[in-house]
């Protein structure tokens, strides 16, 4: 069983950046991959980055590639995403999630078991 807890979310000026953090309880977590996703208002849940179990493997979204830098370590159980340039459009529950498949993708919110419960960003124009 893994418990995931988000944070690191606020309110943000354009332009500006934050850094969520992915805490996680459970020994086996060092093993999992860990996606971001995230969901606007009145929009459907979207994929944003994936780190795999080793950080050998990162993706992302196109809409966030190049402003986002997904990470981890995995001696402090956490995985972070650093979000740079943000926009106004990155407004957005944010939350992470952790899968024990094996995959060469891992884009679908379908394929991941366990889910934090996700820390609002909100950016200003």
């Known amino acids: 069983q893994v418990q995931l807890v988000e944070s690191g979310g606020g309110l943000v000026q354009a332009g500006g950046s934050l850094r969520l953090s992915c805490a996680a309880s459970?020994?086996?977590?060092?093993?999992?991959?860990v996606g971001w996703f995230r969901r606007a208002p009145g929009k459907e849940r979207e994929f944003v980055a994936f780190?795999?179990?080793?950080?050998?493997?990162?993706d992302y979204a196109d809409s966030v590639k190049g402003r986002f830098t997904v990470s981890r370590d995995n001696a402090k159980n956490t995985v972070y995403l650093q979000m740079n340039s943000l926009k106004p459009e990155d407004t957005a529950t944010y939350y992470c999630?952790?899968?024990?498949?094996?995959?060469?993708?891992?884009?679908?919110?379908?394929?991941?078991?366990?889910w934090g419960q996700g820390t609002q960003v909100t950016v200003s124009s």
């Open positions: 459970g020994r086996t977590f060092s093993t999992k991959t």
């Open positions: 780190i795999i179990w080793n950080g050998g493997n990162t």
């Open positions: 999630a952790a899968t024990t498949s094996y995959s060469t993708t891992y884009r679908n919110s379908w394929q991941y078991d366990y």
